[in-house]
């Protein structure tokens, strides 16, 4: 059974930066594409970022360029680091699986390609 554990969110000041981390187990992690979402009150769930299995990347336009994404398949972990980060980036951000990726799979912005979701990490971003 996959479980994702995230870690790492928490509140910090506009300008700042912080790490989200994503613990993965139960599963070929290596097979993996990987996807951070983020849900703020009041809100849907957006798409913030993705990695495929080959480290290949995507960004949402309001992250790029201040957002980056990272895996590490030996600790089975997937980062999200945010920078420059704005009170609009205050939300519970969720980690999410797709083991069902093949090493073509181009990275994926659709929630509904994910099978296995976080329990999530709250970031706030004061001003």
């Known amino acids: 059974q996959v479980q994702l554990v995230e870690s790492g969110g928490g509140l910090v000041q506009a300008g700042g930066s912080l790490r989200v981390s994503c613990a993965a187990s139960g599963g070929m992690f290596s097979r993996a594409c990987m996807g951070w979402f983020r849900q703020a009150p009041g809100k849907e769930r957006e798409f913030v970022t993705a990695?495929?299995?080959?480290?290949?990347?995507y960004y949402a336009d309001s992250v790029k360029g201040r957002f980056s994404i990272s895996r590490d398949n030996d600790k089975k972990m997937v980062y999200l680091q945010m920078n420059s980060l704005k009170p609009d980036d205050t939300a519970v951000y969720y980690c999410?699986?797709?083991?069902?990726?093949?090493?073509?799979?181009?990275?994926?912005?659709?929630?509904?390609?994910?099978?296995?979701w976080g329990q999530g990490t709250q970031v706030t971003v004061s001003s």
């Open positions: 990695i495929n299995r080959a480290a290949l990347a």
């Open positions: 999410a699986a797709n083991y069902r990726c093949i090493l073509s799979t181009p990275p994926n912005s659709d929630p509904h390609d994910y099978d296995y």
